[in-house]
């Protein structure tokens, strides 16, 4: 375990009436058998799940997609010899969008699409509080805490907002998104049924019917027993092929997230939370997706799909043999990590899954004078906005 500099541990003031506290940061690639043990069975205790955050993933991403070493592995422990109760990765950044604005903010990489971190159930407030003051401690922090992509109303949005009001100072919500989430007791059939409309699933059958004439057509679903590997390079050079490739943006297209790809699947693997599947024609997939299972939900990372067969839509029908996870007992949910309005994903899963990002102020006398500014110009710029649209929309 190390300690960045930049980064004071310890001493931060701890709640009348919690046991002794302390936070760490620690550098991931040198992590004792122990604390990477811990970090594992914190992510089975978590109050939300959160594969982004989790080791197997999160270790690989601060090596590979962090040249820099902006970010921070930052730990809340019950004591030198306590509980792990917390896992974040932070950073200082100097900018807020256009503004010239020192804060600490929640560390994210292209392909992280969830802010929360792993918190131990229970114990969501008092990390925030302890996180919260830790920050307050550290010279190098100003203003704030700016926390992206939290479940709104979930249990740490919830906490982070009881934190900072018993701090005395109200946390802001500055931006929504919501995107396609599966969530339904019905039977994957009924759901195609409800969620699809009926001239919709006719086309697909009949698309279906036209592939069948085109060669053998199979669906494949990753098993245990196979090695992961063939699937990862499948799924590169397929997703490659397509528009992505095309636009530089493909996983293949850089070695460092290629690399943290094939890493963070193998080791999903070895977890036991990696579920690929593919849309096969002659043994060559024409579609596949990759979902990581943490229950009680499931991600749905990645899809491609071979668009020389666009005219049969091979990822719509991947997606139709996907809702099978509606049958995972230990699945209650499956969030599509997909853009707000995605034409594929969100004509076919209904119910939606709605994130905020949330700044909370820190306690220092100017941080919140700048804190305060910062709120005064937004809910400005706000108002300035919706003068305008509405003017926009005057005949």
Known sequence: ????????????????????????????????????AAWDALAAEASEPNPFVERWCLQSALHLLDPDRRARLVMVMGGSAGPLIGVMPLARAERYGRLPLRHVTGWAHP???????????????????????????????????????????????????????ERGGAARTVHREERALLESNLSAE????????????????????????????????????????????????????????????ALACDGGTEAWFRAIVGAAAEAGKLDMRALDLDGRPL??????????????FKTAFDED??????????????????????IAWVDSCAAPGHPMIDSVWRERRRLVWVNAPLAGRADRWRFAALTRAEDLWRRWKGAAADKGDQP
């Open 111 to 165: 392909n992280h699409f969830l802010g929360t971190p792993l918190v131990r159930t229970g114990f969501e407030q008092l990390f925030w509080s302890i996180l919260l003051g830790w920050c307050d401690a550290a010279r190098w922090a100003q203003t704030m805490l700016h926390a992206p992509r939290l479940t709104e109303d979930g249990p740490l949005h919830r906490a982070l907002v009881a934190a900072a009001d």
């Open 1 to 36: 375990m190390t300690v960045h500099p930049a980064f004071p541990v310890d001493g931060v003031p701890v709640p009348s009436g919690a046991a002794p506290l302390c936070v760490r940061v620690v550098d991931p690639l040198a992590l004792s058998p122990e604390l990477a």
């Open 190 to 249: 009924a759901y195609w049924e409800a969620a699809v409309r009926t001239k919709k699933r006719k086309e697909l059958r009949r698309q279906a019917n036209r592939l069948a004439e085109e060669g053998a057509v199979a669906f494949r679903r990753w098993s245990a027993d196979e090695a992961p590997g063939p699937w990862i390079d499948a799924f590169l050079a397929l997703e490659a092929r397509g528009w992505k490739g095309r636009a530089g943006s």
């Open 287 to 300: 579609a596949m997706l990759v979902n990581f299972l943490c229950p009680p939900g499931g991600f749905s």
């Open 309 to 330: 067969y666009a005219r049969f839509s091979p990822g719509v029908l991947l997606q139709q043999a996907n809702l099978d996870l509606l049958a995972e007992p230990r």
